[in-house]
């Protein structure tokens, strides 16, 4: 499953408030898909999280979305607003032009 569809499926699947065992218990075998291909499962992501209860799916879903590790981050250090080089950090930030 794509990160971008777990919002819906957590405000489907579960009521609230819902506490942390009884999300891992319903959907934590469920696999999200990074863009390189890599899964990563609800559990594995809520598992550093020490939330005992969410009380909206809202907040249940940025627990996840907020706990991805960076292979579902995009092309690190791109910018289409300067000339920073793909691959590449800035070196002197307050260089930066705005």
């Known amino acids: 499953m794509e990160y971008s569809d777990t919002e819906q499926l957590v405000d ?3 009521e609230y408030p819902v506490t942390q065992t009884a ?3 319903r959907i934590g075998t469920i696999e999200i ?3 390189s291909g890599d899964t990563v ?3 594995e992501i809520l598992d550093s999280v020490e939330e005992e209860r969410y009380l909206t799916a809202d907040a249940l879903y940025t627990a996840i979305v907020g706990n991805l590790d960076e ?3 995009g092309r690190k250090y ?4 300067g ?3 793909v691959g590449t ?3 002197d930030e307050s260089a930066v032009s705005f």
């Open 12 to 14: 489907q699947l579960l």
């Open 23 to 25: 999300v891992i218990e």
């Open 33 to 35: 898909t990074s863009p």
């Open 41 to 43: 499962t609800i559990r």
């Open 71 to 73: 292979t579902f981050i």
């Open 78 to 81: 791109y910018d289409d607003r």
């Open 83 to 85: 000339s920073t080089t």
């Open 89 to 91: 950090a800035p070196e």
